[in-house]
């Protein structure tokens, strides 16, 4: 399937999903079964909801808090906006896993002006970066001991910010270079 296409797809469903009425088992059962069809295992589809899990867990904990202070709150909408979310990040997941960076990049240049299709796609390919130095981080944390807690965080993030920029301006001459 053409990269232009599969763009097309990845806005229409974002915007089916979100206002069309709660259809969401309908939308679940088919992303699972486009994923089985494209060969993406089960396991796959779980590991590509990690980044959604603390997202839906706050939503979860506002939800027991607003109702103890007997706010109006309902947990059906609640099940629906989550799973509204584990389907936009599975439409998304299934984009992005079957789209080569460079297919999206000549895309993105068909369709808009050459600096706008430029920065969009230094902004794609920037966000893979940005999880690739942390998992980088994270590796070498482990390998030295570290213990999972509260301050990794906070020792790892001046060295990921600094990795990051260091990345991020190899990055733009890059693309400086290209142009």
């Known amino acids: 399937m053409s990269p232009l296409l599969k763009l097309l797809f990845l806005f229409g469903f974002t915007a089916v999903i979100f206002f069309s009425p709660n259809y969401v088992p309908f939308y679940s059962v088919f992303f699972i079964l486009l994923a089985r069809f494209i060969d993406f295992s089960f396991l796959d589809q779980l590991r590509d909801l990690k980044p959604i899990f603390p997202y839906c867990l706050l939503l979860l904990s506002l939800h027991i808090f607003s109702f103890f202070i007997k706010t109006e709150s309902n947990i059906k909408d609640l099940s629906f906006l989550i799973l509204k979310l584990v389907g936009l990040m599975q439409i998304s997941s299934l984009f992005f896993n079957t789209?080569?960076?460079?297919?999206?990049?000549?895309?993105?240049?068909?369709?808009?002006?050459?600096?706008?299709?430029?920065?969009?796609?230094l902004f794609l390919f920037f966000i893979p970066l940005l999880f690739?130095?942390?998992?980088?981080?994270?590796y070498s944390w482990k390998a030295r001991g570290?213990?999972?807690?509260?301050?990794?965080?906070?020792?790892?993030?001046?060295?990921?910010?600094?990795?990051?920029?260091?990345k991020g301006e190899k990055l733009m001459y890059g693309l400086k270079n290209r142009s």
């Open 99 to 121: 789209t080569s960076s460079l297919q999206l990049k000549e895309t993105l240049e068909k369709i808009l002006p050459f600096k706008a299709a430029a920065l969009f796609s």
């Open 132 to 138: 690739s130095v942390w998992t980088k981080l994270d």
């Open 146 to 166: 570290g213990k999972k807690g509260f301050f990794k965080f906070f020792k790892l993030l001046p060295i990921f910010i600094s990795e990051a920029m260091y």
